[in-house]
């Protein structure tokens, strides 16, 4: 799926991100714990260096809670990077990523520590920041993209500090990994409006098929489960009544249908990237 979602402001945002590395002693990039790879900007590595990283698993409630315990072993494995699994809005989780920032910033005895945080749209990050402060300072939204402009939050002050600038959420310019485009926009990363749920469905149903049959089949009551994405969409419109006249299923309903169900968590708790499909993909590059 070649999503290319990339508003002006976006293009902005990413030299805001450049020179706001500068002055910052540690990066905290929110990820969607579901597609932890996918989810993660490839650019904003790219512009981090050698920053310290914190990422962060946000909506861990709705992704597979082993996929995700093996996801943060794989991504310590990087140097000056932590990982946590939180939900945005538990106070207590929040504070565990403003602990691990401190531990890998440089100690500055006079202002504390200075953090960015970075993300793609509609990872939660707003949400987190709000939580952290422990009041609204950002704004937030079920639809991506609701930061517009950089602002900066003063946590707390002294020695014992924490600053944190925020960013628009930055999607880049073309995704051209089809399976991560596909997973960005059955997750909510990309405006309905510029979703194409014909193209996301059919493959996202053969991704749950492979790692949760039991889930799909109990959630759409299948008792005829197609191998083939198109044709498991369609079985899933008949038991959901996506019927045009004289009995045509009406695909694109039923695609409509399971995006905004895997995006609302309501299979159950799934994960979309799984740490062996990447492992195994570095293998072959080294060959």
């Given at each position: 799926?070649?999503?290319?979602?990339?508003?002006?402001?976006?293009k902005?945002?990413?030299?805001?991100?450049?020179?706001?590395?500068?002055?910052?002693?540690?990066?905290?990039?929110?990820?969607?714990?579901?597609?932890?790879?996918?989810?993660?900007?490839?650019?904003?590595?790219?512009?981090?260096?050698?920053?310290?990283?914190?990422?962060?698993?946000?909506?861990?409630?709705?992704?597979?809670?082993?996929?995700?315990?093996?996801?943060?072993?794989t991504?310590?494995?990087?140097?000056?990077?932590?990982?946590?699994?939180?939900?945005?809005?538990?106070?207590?989780?929040?504070?565990?990523?403003?602990?691990?920032?401190?531990?890998?910033?440089?100690?500055?005895?006079?202002?504390?520590?200075?953090?960015?945080?970075?993300?793609?749209?509609?990872?939660?990050?707003?949400?987190?920041?709000?939580?952290?402060?422990?009041?609204?300072v950002?704004?937030?939204?079920?639809?991506?993209?609701?930061?517009?402009?950089?602002?900066?939050?003063?946590?707390?002050?002294?020695?014992?500090?924490?600053?944190?600038?925020?960013?628009?959420?930055?999607?880049w310019?073309?995704l051209?990994?089809?399976?991560?485009?596909?997973?960005?926009?059955?997750?909510?990363?990309?405006?309905?409006?510029?979703?194409?749920?014909?193209?996301?469905?059919?493959?996202?149903?053969?991704?749950?098929?492979?790692?949760?049959?039991?889930?799909?089949?109990?959630?759409?009551?299948?008792?005829?489960?197609?191998?083939?994405?198109?044709?498991?969409?369609?079985?899933?419109?008949?038991?959901?009544?996506?019927?045009?006249?004289?009995?045509?299923?009406?695909?694109?309903?039923?695609?409509?249908?399971?995006?905004?169900?895997?995006?609302?968590?309501?299979?159950?708790?799934?994960?979309?990237?799984?740490?062996?499909?990447?492992?195994?993909?570095?293998n072959?590059?080294?060959?």
């Open positions: 799926m070649a999503v290319q979602w990339y508003p002006g402001h976006m902005k945002a990413s030299d805001e991100i450049r020179s706001a590395l500068k002055k910052v002693d540690v990066v905290i990039e929110i990820i969607d714990a579901r597609i932890p790879v996918s989810s993660s900007n490839p650019m904003l590595k790219e512009l981090r260096g050698s920053k310290p990283c914190v990422k962060v698993l946000n909506k861990k409630d709705l992704a597979d809670p082993t996929v995700t315990a093996r996801w943060i072993q991504m310590e494995k990087e140097a000056n990077t932590r990982a946590v699994a939180i939900e945005a809005l538990k106070k207590k989780e929040v504070d565990k990523v403003k602990g691990l920032a401190a531990s890998l910033a440089p100690p500055d005895m006079k202002r504390g520590v200075r953090a960015l945080v970075v993300g793609i749209p509609n990872v939660g990050k707003s949400t987190f920041i709000n939580t952290l402060a422990g009041r609204k950002a704004k937030t939204g079920d639809e991506p993209a609701v930061t517009r402009h950089q602002q900066h939050v003063r946590i707390d002050g002294g020695r014992d500090g924490f600053d944190i600038a925020d960013t628009p959420g930055v999607l310019p073309n051209a990994d089809h399976r991560g485009g596909i997973r960005l926009g059955a997750t909510g990363a990309v405006r309905d409006t510029a979703l194409d749920y014909l193209e996301v469905a059919p493959q996202a149903v053969v991704d749950l098929l492979t790692h949760y049959r039991e889930l799909l089949v109990g959630r759409y009551k299948l008792k005829t489960v197609p191998e083939e994405g198109l044709e498991l969409l369609a079985e899933i419109g008949k038991k959901r009544g996506c019927l045009r006249k004289g009995g045509v299923v009406d695909l694109h309903k039923a695609a409509e249908i399971v995006c905004k169900e895997i995006k609302a968590g309501d299979l159950g708790r799934i994960s979309l990237d799984w740490p062996e499909d990447y492992q195994n993909e570095e072959e590059d080294d060959e």
